[in-house]
């Protein structure tokens, strides 16, 4: 039975018979201010962050202008570093109004520091004959570098539209100046490109990304510049494979479609057909109702008329090219191409509302919006400097009275530090994929949009890829900084089989990791099982170097596909062991093909 408190009488009269007086009652008050702390935790880590920095450049000046100290010059650059990496977390994180003027004004004057790196003749702390942009590489991308991560923060909390447009601004001239202008130079002198002119290029591309993030790309002057880029790109990459192939393709002229026996080779004819096939599909693109405006579809049918035309003069007459022509392809081609496989790729993720352009899109920006991606690349960073300073201290200076055998390039890659990454970044990256989605629910929401589980997981997986292959990029630029500041060449045609032997592995042990993913719930046991199909293939290595057990023969044959060890080796000798390549992309699709069918199962559960 229910009982309920009786409210008191407030105008009861008293016991002693005087008049009755209304009870008070309690005065509302507002509940008690809450104060904010504020970014508290963030500005000690950014008031250390300048501390350090300042400690680290006093040590490089007074190693470099004095005599050496107990701390040395790497010392010094290592206290610069941990305080830039403070200091830029304080930028994230504070938005206050004096906190983000005084970071933007830290990224104008590395700005203007990476300008004097260029114009000043250098280098500075050296006797050596002085050259305006003798330290570009070195100063100039660093500085240049620095004031994009600093003025991204920056321009994100900014609520002045003056101050806020004048950073975009400047992110936009500084991205379009260094992407476009690195590209029209290199096209005049090639071999700028296999130096600081790839840095340079993909430094002007990281400052239009910075400035295409903050902006709508949808409409208006941000699809502009997305598309202007696209453009560029494919523009420099049809260049390019024209320049690379066509000379090569008219001095052959009809004589590439014969045997030395005056027969007809059915292999050249063959692809003779399936070149003029590739560009009435170009054509195909440019029909009506294809939905792309009418400029686009004729440089279509321009580019299909001009394609077909070239085959068929070489097919038909000899002599169009009396002389050998020389080699484009290598490597100023491949740079090119590359780069403008970059610039379009970048334009059309941004600019496309494709279903797995945007998913792929959102799972690629996801490494970096949270930590693990930072992470990742720290300590893959960290890993490949110093597998460099090994290299460099090791290997290079002790040899500078007997030059190193070529390629050089073998020892680099093939030590200890690159293989320990490459066995930890894989669980790091694949781990959270789908068993966090699992774990937090999300992944029965992005179901109930529509979409189906291939495009998701395909997604998932070509973005980690593309993350994958970022994180090694750094370990190329090392070795351009190698060739500038040595002043020697080296061979470095076994970097292109090496990055496609990379590649190729990559897309296995990303779909590795991806179906462990599907699996669990829980990220820890995702990365475990990844971890121990990692050490798989790393035994591998060792197995088949172990030639005091006789082991049978197709055992012996299953060790050497699978060891990336040795498969690294080969590529790093100027050899692409393209067998191999297809048993790690056979791989990778055969575990992409169980990771959708694991999902597609949840339907049944």
Not at 78 to 84: N, V, Y
Not at 150 to 155: C, G, N, V, Y
Not at 260 to 281: C, I, M
């Amino acid at each position: 039975m229910s009982t309920t408190t009786p409210t008191p009488d407030t105008t009861a009269p008293v016991s002693d018979g005087t008049a009755a007086v209304p009870a008070q009652r309690p005065v509302e008050t507002a509940p008690s201010q809450v104060i904010s702390e504020g970014a508290a935790f963030a500005r000690l880590v950014g008031f250390a962050g300048w501390g350090a920095m300042a400690l680290g450049i006093f040590l490089i000046l007074a190693n470099e202008l004095l005599s050496p100290r107990l701390i040395g010059k790497g010392g010094g650059y290592l206290f610069a570093a941990m305080g830039i990496a403070m200091m830029l977390y304080h930028a994230i994180r504070d938005s206050e109004q004096e906190v983000r003027r005084l970071y933007g004004l830290l990224a104008a004057v590395c700005l203007i520091l990476a300008i004097g790196a260029v114009v000043v003749p250098g280098p500075i702390f050296s006797s050596a004959v002085k050259k305006a942009s003798g330290h570009n590489l070195g100063a100039g991308v660093g500085f240049g570098l620095l004031a994009l991560l600093f003025a991204i923060p920056f321009t994100r909390h900014e609520t002045e539209s003056a101050y806020r447009d004048a950073g975009l601004l400047g992110m936009l001239i500084v991205g379009a100046g260094l992407a476009i202008g690195s590209i029209i130079y290199g096209l005049k002198e090639p071999a700028f490109l296999l130096g600081p002119g790839l840095v340079i290029a993909l430094l002007g591309v990281a400052y239009l990304c910075g400035y295409m993030a903050q902006v709508d790309t949808s409409e208006g002057i941000g699809y502009q510049v997305a598309f202007a880029l696209g453009a560029v790109g494919a523009a420099v990459a049809v260049y390019a494979f024209a320049r690379s192939t066509v000379p090569i393709v008219l001095y052959e002229g009809p004589n590439a479609l014969r045997t030395p026996t005056g027969e007809f080779n059915p292999w050249a004819v063959a692809g003779r057909l399936v070149g003029v096939l590739v560009f009435v599909g170009v054509a195909a693109l440019g029909r009506p109702g294809t939905g792309y405006p009418v400029w686009l579809r004729s440089t279509f049918w321009a580019i299909a008329a001009v394609g077909i035309g070239i085959l068929a003069l070489a097919s038909f007459r000899a002599n169009t090219v009396t002389s050998l022509p020389p080699s484009f392809l290598i490597p100023s081609g491949v740079v090119l191409i590359g780069l403008g496989a970059a610039y379009l790729a970048v334009a059309f993720g941004i600019c496309s509302d494709n279903q797995f352009v945007t998913l792929t899109r959102r799972e690629l920006s996801s490494y970096f919006l949270s930590p693990i991606g930072y992470l990742v690349i720290g300590g893959t960073l960290i890993m490949q400097w110093m597998s460099y300073w090994v290299f460099i201290n090791i290997r290079v200076l002790p040899s500078t009275q007997s030059p190193l055998p070529e390629p050089i390039v073998s020892t680099y890659f093939f030590a200890l530090f690159p293989v320990l990454a490459l066995l930890l970044q894989v669980p790091a990256l694949t781990m959270r994929l789908i068993a966090e989605e699992k774990r937090t629910g999300s992944l029965e929401v992005l179901m109930t949009a529509p979409v189906n589980e291939a495009p998701v997981m395909l997604s998932k997986f070509l973005a980690t890829w593309l993350f994958f292959m970022v994180t090694w990029l750094p370990s190329g630029l090392f070795l351009i900084a190698l060739r500038v500041e040595g002043g020697v060449a080296f061979d470095y045609h076994p970097l292109i089989s090496f990055y496609l032997a990379l590649g190729a592995q990559g897309l296995a042990f990303v779909a590795i990791g991806l179906f462990f993913s599907t699996l669990t719930r829980n990220q820890i046991v995702a990365a475990v099982l990844t971890l121990v199909a990692m050490v798989f293939f790393l035994l591998c290595y060792f197995i088949e170097s172990w030639t005091s057990f006789a082991l049978p023969s197709f055992v012996q044959t299953i060790t050497t596909r699978l060891s990336f060890v040795s498969m690294w080796g080969e590529s790093l000798s100027g050899r692409l062991p393209l067998r191999d390549v297809f048993v790690f992309v056979s791989l990778a699709v055969f575990f992409l093909f169980l990771s959708i069918k694991v999902l597609e199962a949840r339907k049944w559960n």
